[in-house]
């Protein structure tokens, strides 16, 4: 067994990699040896990040893909960009994701369907592109989706993400049970709120930090660095044995208050 984290030789490709969590498990995976391709649809961005770890991480490979997973013909060509840039690939992380509120009165079917194409079904289709084009042949691999509370817990004005999550949630233990024989695993984390982005509006109400910060155990929100060190774990050596389940990042708010 190795008990280290080193990635070196290993090739990862993570989605929504230009921000957040997707930005911070790159920089994980850079700084243990892996090859990272950094996906993402926001293609400033993506450029503008890629080119500050290739100054900072000089002897590793980031490769960036612009591409919209939504997409099938941009899955495909991420996919393709993959075959020809290295070969291989060892580990997905499927992380790009969109937030969304809305009273469940007024929820519509555009932005439901939205949220669903994103954050639940591109999930899959990476995952069986990914799967069919690389782990099935080679005999191995990690898949690491990302979930969230919302896929463990009711929260009001998010039916549409949590439905995205808990989706998530149980797709990966049925991914884990089908290609278990292929040598590949597949887990989840579930954050609790972190600080990306993702949720701006919410971190510039002072009311609504102020609130989360005490109903949770550790009076603090999580950072990127907090879940990157799980996607880290799944994809290592040390959780070979571990398919089909989600880690829990959440500075124990889901446990109580
Ligand atoms: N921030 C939180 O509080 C929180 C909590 C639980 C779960 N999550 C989940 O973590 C994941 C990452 O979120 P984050 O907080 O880092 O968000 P973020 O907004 O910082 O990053 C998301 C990235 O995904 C990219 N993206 C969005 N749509 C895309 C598409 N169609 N194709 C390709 N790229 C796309 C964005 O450009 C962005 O770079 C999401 O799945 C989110 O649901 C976040």
């Known amino acids: 067994m190795n008990y280290s984290l080193n990635f070196k030789g290993k090739s990862v490709l993570i989605t929504g990699a230009a921000s957040g969590i997707g930005l911070e498990a790159s920089i994980a995976f850079l700084q243990n040896g892996a090859d990272v391709y ?26 960036p893909i612009v591409a919209d997973i939504t997409s099938s013909d941009e899955v495909k060509r991420m996919v393709e960009t993959v075959k020809n840039e290295t ?8 992380n790009a994701g969109m937030a969304h509120s809305a009273y469940s009165i007024n929820e519509t079917e555009k932005d439901w369907n939205k949220v669903i194409a994103l ?33 463990i817990m009711g929260i009001p004005g998010a ?7 808990g989706g998530v949630m149980q797709m990966t233990k049925s991914l884990a049970c089908e290609w278990a024989r292929f040598g590949i695993t597949v887990n989840c984390v579930c954050p609790g709120f972190v600080e990306t982005p993702l949720i701006a509006d919410n971190m510039a109400n002072e009311k ?23 996607v880290l774990f799944f994809a290592s050596e ?11 990042v959440d500075g124990g708010f889901s446990s109580g208050s």
């Open 159 to 165: 039916a549409a993400y949590s439905a995205s999550k």
């Open 38 to 63: 950094m996906a993402d649809y926001n293609e400033n961005v993506l450029t503008e990040k890629a080119d500050e770890l290739k100054v900072k991480y000089p002897d590793s490979r980031i490769i």
């Open 208 to 230: 609504w930090m102020g609130y989360m910060t005490m109903r949770t155990p550790m009076r603090r929100l999580a950072k990127p660095e907090d879940v990157a060190g799980s």
């Open 87 to 94: 070969g291989t690939l060892d580990i997905l992380v499927n």
């Open 119 to 151: 954050n639940l079904t591109s999930h899959f289709f990476v995952s069986q592109s990914v799967a069919n084009e690389f782990m099935i042949p080679q005999k191995s691999g990690r898949i690491i989706n990302t979930c969230s509370l919302g896929g």
């Open 238 to 248: 040390m959780a070979s044995y571990i398919t089909g389940t989600s880690l829990v």
